[in-house]
């Protein structure tokens, strides 16, 4: 359960440490980023536990903390560091038993692969090796190697790989490289898909996985192991990824499991990454994923500043996996030099507090909750419709993870006229309300205006967005920072919480339908004129006028087109 903020390190025994973590280390002290500081006894127990969370556990029993030591004395050649270092790591090992340890995290088979990483280090370091730092990388070894132990699926399964590796290669045992190798090439292939979308169905873990799979590929040219051509080519790919994903500022659009953080400029997203100062722009406006991702684009700053083009996501595919939420078909849209319709992050928190079931939860997300049902975590959102053209952008999404109802979005972008349109169905077998929900940044102050549910943001600088209801208003509000239950919240990094305004537009019955207009720009005057509007069995006809010029949208069940009318 990483919690990091970048792509990780080309090299496993040189982790890059703050130089002042050492000395915090000889006085007792430790910190854990993101948490805070605590004093511990000289002489661990390991069943330390100050602050009652799993994601300071893990850290402590990966041990990768203690890189700063040896750090700080390979600089200073000052023997404190060193001799705590390797008091560390034996004590460690001396007091962990695998039968009744101290700790749920001793053995742990995330903080395993990452102390087995430790170990692998030191023994590269303590020569000659003593018996104690033999036994234990030999003990650690056998753990990542044995099958039952091995978790198969997902980043932990990656982590012990590269585990399994350092150790196979440090010792060496050639029978745990190659076992490591295999265990690698087999995962990417279903971790990371031909398009280069990972399964974790997070951006930040879309982060994670490119910086591990590029270090267990080092790791294995290191070794004297050729990387695959597919592992090779499906790494190739991730970057993609990043560009079409991230807001138009460069940073995460906080899918899932994801904080704010910027995406860092590798491959293809360096363009976007460095504000377009390095690389080239994507080669299309738009990109559909069949892992459940669709990002559509204004443009890359060829006709106005890249951090004030727009970016539309919506998300679609398999039911919750991973690191993912139960956000079926929810949207994002950023531009202006910000996010306007946001995503608010997660997990918060990994010890299964309510805030972190909340962030996973649908009300978490700009989708249509159903007052009394819970979606369920399986089961698909099929993409049932796109068309992507020059001039915008279409993708119909049908699901049923409500019990007794069915759930049409179609989404339009404009890109001539720079206008995102939601259109929601909503069939139930009996009567619903239905909770048409969109996030928003803290200081949005979203005001309503007329008597449809329209309502416009009122940011003093930054991004704004006037918002149009066209049908579906009979119900409206705005939430900030409720308690209970939870909504009006984003958490913006682990354990942190800020309350921002939740507008929520309802309506009941059987048959429901939503149709929203979204108007982005620097300022709160722009508007559209709608000449004519109405619905059709799926779907809608629409006529705007947005600075002189009309443009007729049809949308139906699976398909949109766009034309212009005369003035």
């Known amino acids: 359960m990483p919690v990091r903020s970048s792509a990780a390190p080309a090299t496993l025994c040189a982790l890059p440490v703050d130089a002042t973590e050492a000395d915090n280390l000889l006085a007792n002290r430790y910190r854990f980023a993101p948490h805070p500081e605590v004093t511990l006894p000289a002489d661990l127990t390991w069943s330390e536990d100050p602050l009652h969370d799993r994601n300071w556990r893990f850290n402590f029993h990966a041990l990768r903390w203690t890189e700063a030591l040896y750090d700080a004395w390979d600089s200073s050649h000052d023997n404190r560091y060193l001799d705590r270092y390797t008091t560390l790591l034996q004590d460690w090992y001396e007091d962990n038993p695998t039968s009744n340890p101290p700790s749920d995290f001793s053995w742990n088979d995330h903080s395993t692969a990452w102390r087995g990483v430790v170990y692998a280090c030191a023994l590269r370091r303590?020569?000659?090796?003593?018996?104690?730092?033999?036994?234990?990388?030999?003990?650690?070894?056998?753990?990542?190697?044995?099958d039952d132990f091995y978790v198969h699926h997902g980043n932990h399964a990656l982590n012990q790989a590269i585990g399994l590796l350092e150790l196979g290669c440090a010792l060496p045992n050639t029978s745990w490289r190659d076992l490591a190798k295999a265990r690698i090439e087999t995962l990417v292939r279903e971790s990371v898909d031909t398009q280069g979308a990972t399964n974790e169905q997070s951006d930040g873990y879309q982060i994670y996985n490119y910086g591990q799979y590029t270090l267990a590929a080092d790791r294995m040219r290191a070794c004297a192991v050729t990387p695959s051509a597919d592992l090779e080519d499906r790494l190739s790919r991730m970057p993609r990824f990043l560009a079409y994903s991230a807001t138009p500022t460069g940073r995460t659009v906080m899918i899932?499991?994801?904080?704010?953080?910027?995406?860092?400029?590798?491959?293809?997203?360096?363009?976007?990454?460095t504000g377009g100062d390095q690389g080239s722009?994507?080669?299309?406006?738009?990109?559909i994923y069949r892992a459940g991702y669709a990002f559509f684009h204004s443009g890359w700053g060829a006709s106005r500043d890249l951090s004030d083009e727009c970016v539309v996501?919506?998300?679609?595919?398999?039911?919750?996996?991973?690191?993912?939420?139960?956000?079926a078909a929810a949207v994002t849209l950023g531009g202006w030099g910000d996010r306007i319709l946001v995503d608010p992050g997660g997990p918060h928190d990994f010890n299964g507090s309510s805030w972190q079931t909340f962030f996973r939860?649908?009300?978490?997300?700009?989708?249509?909750?159903?007052?009394?049902?819970?979606?369920?975590?399986?089961?698909?959102?099929?993409?049932?419709?796109?068309?992507?053209?020059?001039?915008?952008?279409?993708?119909?999404?049908?699901?049923g993870k409500y019990h007794g109802v069915v759930h049409d979005r179609r989404v339009f972008y404009s890109r001539t006229l720079d206008v995102l349109i939601v259109e929601d169905h909503l069939k139930a077998s009996v009567t619903r309300t239905?909770?048409?929900?969109?996030?928003?940044?803290?200081d949005a102050s979203p005001a309503w205006y007329g008597s449809n549910g329209g309502f416009v943001t009122r940011r003093a600088a930054g991004a704004n967005v006037k918002v149009r209801q066209?049908?579906?208003?009979?119900?409206?509000?705005?939430?900030?920072?409720?308690?209970?239950?939870?909504?009006?919240?984003?958490?913006?990094g682990y354990g942190l919480l800020a309350r921002a305004p939740v507008v929520s537009v309802s309506d009941s019955g059987r048959d429901v339908r939503f149709v929203t207009m979204f108007l982005p720009s620097k300022?709160?005057?722009?508007?559209?004129?709608?000449?004519?509007?109405?619905l059709r069995t799926e779907g809608f006809d629409l006529t705007l006028a947005i600075n002189g010029r009309n443009e007729r949208i049809l949308v139906s069940e699976r398909t949109a087109s766009e034309a212009r009318l005369a003035s």
């Open 470 to 492: 066209l049908v579906g208003s009979k119900g409206r509000q705005v939430i900030t920072g409720r308690t209970s239950p939870i909504q009006g919240w984003i958490t913006w």
């Open 313 to 327: 996501g919506v998300r679609f595919g398999p039911g919750r996996a991973f690191h993912g939420h139960n956000d």
């Open 281 to 287: 722009p994507p080669a299309s406006a738009s990109l």
């Open 126 to 146: 303590l020569l000659p090796r003593p018996s104690w730092l033999t036994a234990a990388a030999e003990l650690h070894g056998s753990k990542l190697a044995d």
């Open 361 to 399: 939860s649908p009300a978490a997300h700009n989708t249509v909750t159903v007052d009394g049902l819970t979606m369920y975590s399986s089961g698909s959102t099929d993409m049932i419709g796109s068309r992507s053209v020059a001039g915008f952008d279409f993708i119909a999404l049908r699901h």
């Open 434 to 442: 239905f909770r048409q929900l969109w996030h928003l940044l803290p």
């Open 523 to 534: 300022t709160i005057s722009r508007g559209a004129s709608v000449r004519h509007f109405s």
């Open 256 to 273: 899932g499991d994801t904080i704010d953080m910027p995406i860092p400029a590798v491959g293809e997203a360096q363009y976007v990454a």
